[in-house]
């Protein structure tokens, strides 16, 4: 099993330019978690998806658009990246949404300019 | 708002030299409070999850205990391989993790 994967690992962009963050896991989870990790600052999270089909807005959701493509995927797009979106990007799934713990990706490390 | 503050931002231990980590939240019912570890350029690696005041847990040489107000990581006896940033985040009545910043950790041989 690989867990959790994500793509790229880094990207450069410039300010207005748009991506997109790629996310799958093979545990047959249900619920995955887009966050974003700054120095000094605890992750964030910006989007989840509870189940296929849903999605649901975190702590930091401007800026940002997500799509739970299946059980498997979910995906995190900026539409005109800024460079206030300069940080480590994470994606998370657990198995329930209740007390079975997150399993996280390597990161996506993204720098705007 | 769940809140969670984790002291001191950064310890430096000496091999063999065991100390505390502190994880102070409030939450709107704690559902979970949870332990990850993190290496440089790397996603958090569970830990363990800690439901109820006065809970321990173990593994290897990490315990982790919980009260109403704070948990606690100790490490006991540490390793040059057990440097590394240790995460705390608790789950509340929403099913949401909130984080804390973080304590790093550095062990010299």
């Known amino acids: 099993n690989a867990g959790v994967t994500q793509t790229p690992k880094f990207q450069v962009l410039k300010t207005g330019q748009s991506m997109t963050l790629q996310c799958a896991q093979d545990m047959n989870h249900n619920s995955m978690y887009w966050y974003r990790q700054d120095p000094g600052m605890g992750l964030r999270l910006i989007y989840y998806s509870a189940s296929e089909g849903t999605t649901d807005k975190g702590e930091v959701p401007n800026g940002y658009n997500v799509s739970r493509l299946n059980k498997r995927e979910f995906s995190l797009r900026l539409e005109s990246a800024a460079p206030s979106q300069t940080s480590v990007y994470f994606c998370a799934s657990s198995g329930e949404r209740g007390y079975n713990e997150q399993f996280f990706g390597p990161g996506t490390r993204l720098t705007v300019l | 708002e769940d809140q969670v503050t984790q002291s001191p931002e950064a310890l430096r231990l000496q091999e063999g030299e065991s100390s505390s980590l502190n994880c102070s939240y409030t939450?709107?019912?704690?559902?979970?409070l949870f332990w990850y570890r993190q290496d440089p350029g790397k996603g958090p690696e569970f830990l363990f999850t800690?439901?109820?005041a006065g809970e321990e847990k173990e593994k290897e040489r990490l315990k982790a205990t919980l009260t109403k107000k704070e948990s606690f990581l100790h490490i006991t006896a540490p390793k040059p391989e057990d440097s590394a940033t240790y995460l705390c985040?608790?789950?509340?009545?929403?099913?949401?993790?909130?984080f804390g910043a973080g304590t790093t950790v550095t062990v010299r041989a």
């Open positions: 985040a608790v789950q509340g009545n929403d099913y949401k993790l909130s």
């Open positions: 800690l439901y109820s």
């Open positions: 939450v709107s019912g704690l559902r979970g």
